[in-house]
């Protein structure tokens, strides 16, 4: 348990020390981590806050408009990237360097950002567990393993970096966000890239973008998920309408957790199983088969990737 009103005094302070009163960058995503960094930098330093949120072209279905609809009061500059992302990831299949060119094209595209509204300062909503897993060797997160190590900024801001994901929602709360952010479902910083094991492709892209929508329009609502998500993870063969078909598996994972550091799957009923993998199947061209993942963390991580 974190004290939450100790925790954003102090916070608010530390933002409005190392600002220095100049402009201030937040890299918005939109998640519960970046969501209360957005909110304590605004009470902070009100309009030398510049938000930027990229479209990465790796985004959920639907995931930018809603973001622009919740975060209308602040106005964020929202920056079409897509190709930038996709051309680089070209031929890419290892997790790592994908992880790594993902957070590096991040950086360039926020220092760009910064430097047409004359912002100094980067804000990040890093928090612990992406410190662990980074040093680790687990994963390298985008804004800590994956970041340059040449930055184009006076520092980088991190006041989350000390606390677990349950006291940045316990924050979240104590903030007066809403509950649709507050306990909004973790979504990586790399987006749908890793939910595509292998080469990133736009085909494999569109597949799990609408895999994942499907899966957490069956799940979300019933199961309360800590996350669930659907993957590409390969192709197999498969039969559609007495035709051949050498198609993509996509895996569903759904798991319950407090802080991200273990987690356990989801007894999802037969039927709801069921229900999701004709859906996959019927209603996007190109998979052969749906498969559940029961893995626990650890062995297993959360995301595939």
């Not at 996709?86 to 220092?111: A, C, N, S, Y």
Request: charged content about 30%; glycine content about 10%; hydrophobic content about 40%.
């Amino acid at each position: 348990m974190v004290n939450t009103e100790k925790f954003i005094g102090k916070a608010i302070e530390e933002i409005k020390e190392k600002s220095g009163g100049e402009k201030v960058v937040i890299a918005l995503s939109g998640g519960v981590d970046s969501s209360v960094c957005a909110e304590l930098a605004a009470q902070a330093i009100g309009d030398r806050l510049v938000p930027i949120y990229v479209d990465t072209g790796l985004m959920r279905k639907g995931e930018t408009k809603r973001i622009s609809e919740i975060f209308s009061d602040l106005n964020p500059t929202i920056v079409d990237a897509g190709e930038e992302f996709l051309e680089p990831l070209r031929g890419v299949t290892d997790p790592e360097r994908k992880r790594k060119i993902i957070g590096e094209k991040f950086i360039r595209i926020f220092e760009r950002e910064a430097k047409k509204t004359g912002a100094s300062y980067l804000l990040q909503g890093t928090i612990f567990p992406d410190v662990i897993e980074s040093e680790g060797g687990i994963k390298s997160h985008h804004n800590v393993g994956g970041m340059p190590l040449d930055v184009d900024f006076k520092g980088v801001i991190e006041p989350l970096i000390d606390l677990y994901k349950d006291e940045v929602r316990e924050v979240a709360v104590a903030l007066g966000l809403p509950d649709e952010i507050a306990h909004r479902m973790p979504f990586p910083g790399p987006g749908l890239a890793v939910r595509c094991i292998g080469e990133v492709t736009p085909e494999k892209i569109g597949i799990v973008r609408e895999a994942n929508a499907i899966v957490e329009e069956e799940i979300v609502e019933q199961f309360c998920p800590w996350q669930c998500l659907a993957a590409v993870i390969g192709l197999g063969t498969g039969v559609k309408g007495d035709v051949r078909l050498h198609g993509w598996i996509v895996a569903v994972r759904a798991v319950y957790s407090r802080d991200a550091m273990t987690a356990e799957p989801i007894d999802i009923p037969y039927d709801v199983l069921l229900r999701m993998s004709s859906r996959i199947t019927s209603e996007i061209q190109g998979v052969s088969r749906v498969v559940y993942d029961i893995t626990m963390k650890p062995p297993a991580t959360i995301e595939y990737e």
